[in-house]
């Protein structure tokens, strides 16, 4: 029976997000999806371990209490100033239906005769989730791109622009930005905050491998959220937590709105017991900028030419063929990474960082390829 009526249009006219794939093939190098080389401290293992019992059958806490409280001392705020959820992904698609009103309804307010309450902004390149998140609401988009070094456009070149919006309900910068991999000082992005009227989320996913976080402006901005995650430099993308700091207010609004056990228990068990062992982590963290700044090196060597990089990725023009045909001559070499088919990063191949070894692996493939 033909059933495709009972879903809604725009639904049916969605163009879904694209994960990077997770392939089972034996002895592959996986350096296409920005996780992490290392695995959760012993500490981690040890905890998730001890809670797989009889417990099971209980329901997590709700509000990811204790976590909350670990975070807010780790940030220096109150849980009150924290939201959790089943990954960042996730706190990014609520901030959307809490705060921006979908295109259709009539009840959006005008300002200077734009709808702005229905307005997602964003910078191209960056996390392609948003237009997702966008589309999926109902909202309009709005994406404006960055410089072309994808450096961020000054509010003055904003304005003179005339694409950037500054009444947007909300957007969204990713910092540093993904997938070009560039960072961003807190001083530019203050200056863009205050000079939006809507939310601002600063997407900080990748900021443990960066010289700056703005985590500040989430204290002293009322409009200004900065999302976390444990996915990429805790090692702990199976379990999915993430989390926004914020303002009271939002994350009051955001916690009405949100599945009533939205972090589940294993996952909030592991993310507390990573707050635990920082050592462990900051020590890997050192260990990947290391692996990243000499894989560049090593790269560039190979003339490639490699942008800049703040996170545990690098974006990396290279040579003799396009970056889609490098996508595939690697993978015919059990080694794969990220090609993203938009035009602003089509010539590119994105590489996460992995192990020293499997960053020598790479560069030995490339040397046979060239
Ligand atoms: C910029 C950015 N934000 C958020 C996320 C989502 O992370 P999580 O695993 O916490 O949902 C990603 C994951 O790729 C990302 O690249």
Redesign the pocket.
Same mark, same amino acid.
């Given at each position: 029976m033909p059933n495709s009526e009972f879903i809604r249009p725009l639904v049916q006219n969605l163009h879904a997000y694209v994960p990077g794939e997770q392939p089972k093939i034996k002895g592959l190098i996986k350096l296409n =999806?920005?996780e992490n080389p290392y695995p959760p401290s012993p500490r981690v293992l040890d905890a998730v371990k001890a809670a797989v019992d009889g417990r099971l059958r209980l329901y997590p806490n709700p509000t990811a209490q204790n976590l909350r409280e670990k975070l807010a001392k780790l940030h220096g705020c109150a849980p009150e100033n924290i939201l959790v959820g089943n990954?960042?992904?996730?706190v990014?698609a609520l901030a959307v239906r809490g705060f921006v009103e979908p295109s259709q309804n009539s009840s959006f307010v005008f300002r200077n005769s734009r709808p702005w309450k229905a307005v997602v902004q964003y910078f191209t390149p960056?996390?392609s989730?948003y237009p997702v998140l966008a589309d999926i609401h109902g909202a309009t988009r709005n994406p404006v791109e960055l410089n072309p070094d994808f450096s961020l456009p000054s509010v003055a070149d904003l304005r003179r622009s005339r694409k950037w919006d500054f009444d947007a309900a909300l957007t969204f910068i =990713?910092t540093p930005n993904?997938p070009s991999g560039r960072g961003y000082t807190t001083e530019e992005l203050k200056k863009i905050c205050l000079a939006q009227k809507g939310i601002v989320v600063l997407?900080e996913?990748?900021v443990d491998f960066a010289e700056e976080n703005a985590m500040e402006l989430a204290g002293k901005l009322p409009h200004v959220l900065v999302?976390r995650?444990?996915?990429?430099a805790y090692s702990l993308?199976f379990q999915?937590?993430?989390y926004f700091v914020g303002h009271p207010n939002l994350i009051a609004a955001l916690d009405k709105i949100r599945d009533s056990y939205n972090v589940n228990g294993l996952g909030q068990i592991a993310a507390e017991a990573t707050l635990d062992d920082l050592k462990y982590y900051r020590a890997n963290f050192k260990k990947i900028i290391t692996t990243r700044e000499w894989l560049a090196a090593e790269l560039t060597k190979a003339n490639f030419r490699v942008l800049p990089s703040q996170t545990n990725f690098i974006l990396a023009h290279p040579p003799e063929f396009a970056a889609s045909e490098w996508l595939q001559k690697l993978r015919d070499k059990k080694i794969l990474v990220r090609w993203f088919n938009a035009p602003e990063v089509r010539d590119y191949l994105r590489i996460t960082i992995g192990t020293p070894e499997e960053a020598a692996a790479l560069v030995k493939a490339v040397r046979q390829i060239v």
């Open positions: =999806t920005n990954g960042s992904d996730e990014l960056s996390y989730l =990713t993904a997407d996913a990748y999302a995650t444990f996915s990429k993308c999915r937590v993430g």
